[in-house]
Nanobody, 126 residues
Framework: QLQLVESGGGLVQPGGSLRLSCATS????????LAWFRQAPGKEREGAAC????????NYADSVKGRFTISRDNAKNTLDLVMNDLKLEDTGLYYC???????????????????WGRGTQVTVSS
């Protein structure tokens, strides 16, 4: 059973930056497509960004394009999300997720992911 542990969340002012990290329990993270999801109170879980097994293919929600960057290190078995120019609406619980399907394009649909971390809180407030 793959385990995912997120870190790096916190309180930041609008316009600030944060770097989220996800540590995985596998020695072969390149077997998985990875993604970052987020969920604000009272809202559905949203796929913020995803990345294919070998990194070249990424997909971002329109709301984060140009501000967030997803990356993976298959040697270290980790996933990162660099978030710049943070906005109030970026506030939420951020989850790392993984799935084993062999796909060319990663998915941002929550139902496609089998493994989830417990989340790390990001709060953007002045």
């Amino acid at each position: 059973q793959l385990q995912l542990v997120e870190s790096g969340g916190g309180l930041v002012q609008p316009g600030g930056s944060l770097r989220l990290s996800c540590a995985t329990s596998t020695a072969s993270v390149d077997d998985y497509t990875l993604a970052w999801f987020r969920q604000a109170p009272g809202k559905e879980r949203e796929g913020a960004a995803c990345i294919s097994r070998y990194g070249p293919s990424t997909n971002y929600a329109d709301s984060v394009k140009g501000r967030f960057t997803i990356s993976r290190d298959n040697a270290k078995n980790t996933l990162d999300l660099v978030m710049n120019d943070l906005k109030l609406e970026d506030t939420g619980l951020y989850y790392c997720a993984a799935e084993r399907r062999s796909v060319l394009q990663c998915s941002r649909r929550p139902g496609d992911y089998e493994y989830w971390g417990r989340g790390t809180q990001v709060t953007v407030s002045s």
